[in-house]
Nanobody, 125 residues
Framework: QVQLVESGGGLVQAGGSLKLSCAAS????????MGWFRQAPGKEREFVAA????????YYSDSVKGRFTISKDNAKNMVYLQMNTLKPEDTAVYYC??????????????????WGQGTQVTVSS
């Protein structure tokens, strides 16, 4: 019933910037948190960033802290990921996810119950 759609991916040179968007389509649902995860070929899907829907508090993986910024627009049911100072190791498919049932952990992908299809981000050297 609820779908998440990512956009904004593409090819960028190292040191560049890119902004991803995630739109919740169809039904507006109670949201605990929204998150961004990424998966590179041959690797596990890993946590990137999350934001509490009510408080706006943000959480980041150590690998992106200081470079990426997650934000939201409650009225539009949108979540964004501003990515700056991109590195080749940031290359991955980026997924938007929604947590609608409370868990005391924003970092675990199993705690999110809605997922988008992903958008490819490629950072060249």
């Amino acid at each position: 019933q609820v779908q998440l759609v990512e956009s904004g991916g593409g090819l960028v040179q190292a040191g560049g910037s890119l902004k991803l968007s995630c739109a919740a389509s169809g039904r507006t649902f109670p949201t605990v948190a929204m998150g961004w995860f990424r998966q590179a070929p041959g690797k596990e899907r890993e946590f990137v960033a999350a934001i509490s829907w009510s408080s706006g508090r943000t959480y980041y993986s150590d690998s992106v802290k200081g470079r990426f910024t997650i934000s939201k627009d409650n009225a539009k049911n949108m979540v964004y990921l501003q990515m700056n100072t991109l590195k080749p190791e940031d290359t991955a498919v980026y997924y938007c996810a929604a947590m609608t049932r409370y868990y005391n952990n924003y970092f675990t992908k199993g705690n999110y119950n809605y997922w988008g299809q992903g958008t490819q981000v490629t950072v060249s050297s």
